[in-house]
């Protein structure tokens, strides 16, 4: 397990490297072309080599990062049933987005996220879906799960609450996307959000409801008994890539949409981080639950010089 645990930092720690540096070649190196052409040949192959792989490499990093942890945190059920459907219902919105504009609008993506499936929809896209998703699902989970109000409700909660912090990236990160120097994708009917339908949000938020809905019917319905400790990483994921998403969105001027993901995303999400219960008071639920459990004598054996006597 700490094979397991190492892994799954470094993992996270290349996540944000990658991040880290396609913000850099996208909003400083780019822009100053003489930087490029003072690189010697190899450095122009590898800039070159690095420009248009890095959101691969972001994403599948990002993907397996959360994946490990998933299934060392929650187990291998919990891990395959939110990923698997998450991953396929975000892909068949995707397809149905690119080839009929619904349930986002009308948009299709260009070159710089990997191979496209259909020649529609890059493979790492389904994969963000999952990753982010499941960060944003768990918070929401594990921070109602203390709540004093029906199971029912609280499940309700994670999902709705999910999708929320979910569209949140989307606020700060289809603006900048869609409309920087080097754009992955394009939007062919313009809305009224800088650039963006609003459908395209009600399709982000009701893709994220339908998958993350699918996982918890597959999920045990008691709740995630997380400690803070434990969200730590889900946290650092979402908010590295709500990170990443301003300074692209703060670099091309999207104030607005900018302070609409802090605002429904950033916030809540640390919020949510709080309202977690803490690894001490775990431990002691866990102690006063077994407490107050009955001591059941199945069968005791009592010997002495004479007959044995058994007290059932």
């Not at 080839?99 to 389904?126: E, W």
């Not at 603006?175 to 459908?199: D, K």
């Not at 054996?301 to 059932?312: E, I």
């Amino acid at each position: 397990m700490k094979k397991l645990v190492t892994i799954e930092r470094s993992l996270l720690i290349g996540h944000i490297a990658s991040m880290v540096f396609g913000l850099a070649g996208l909003l400083w190196v780019l822009p100053h072309a003489e930087f490029i052409l003072d690189l010697s040949p190899f450095g122009q192959k590898a800039f070159t080599w690095s420009m248009a792989n890095g959101g691969v490499s972001y994403m599948l990093l990002g993907t397996a990062a959360i994946a490990i942890y998933a299934y060392r945190q929650l187990g291998t059920k919990p891990w395959l049933t939110f990923m698997i459907p998450a991953i396929a219902i975000s892909l068949s919105s995707e397809l149905l987005g690119t080839s009929t504009g619904f349930p986002f609008g009308h948009y299709r993506y260009l070159s710089g996220l990997g191979y496209k499936i259909a020649d529609l929809v890059p493979f790492t896209i389904p994969l963000s879906w999952f990753y982010l998703g499941f960060a944003a699902y768990l918070l929401a989970r594990s921070g109602l799960s203390g709540l004093a109000v029906p199971n029912g409700l609280r499940l309700l909660g994670a999902i709705v609450f999910g999708s929320i912090l979910l569209t949140s990236w989307d606020f700060i990160l289809d603006p900048a996307m869609s409309q920087t120097s080097i754009p992955f994708w394009v939007w062919e009917q313009p809305g009224a959000f800088f650039g963006m339908p609003y459908q395209n949000f009600v399709g982000w938020l009701g893709t994220g409801a339908v998958f993350m809905t699918v996982a918890t019917l597959f999920w045990d319905k008691r709740p995630i008994a997380l400690s803070r400790s434990q969200l730590i990483f889900p946290l650092t994921v979402y908010l590295a890539n709500l990170g990443f998403a301003l300074v692209m969105s703060a670099s091309s001027g999207f104030w607005i949409p900018a302070t609409l993901g802090i605002l429904t995303g950033a916030i809540p999400a640390i919020a949510f981080f709080s309202m977690a219960k803490s690894q001490a008071q775990i431990a002691n639920e866990e102690r006063e639950a077994n407490s107050d459990r009955p001591f059941i004598v199945t069968e005791v054996q009592l010997t002495s010089n004479k007959d044995p006597l058994t007290v059932k």
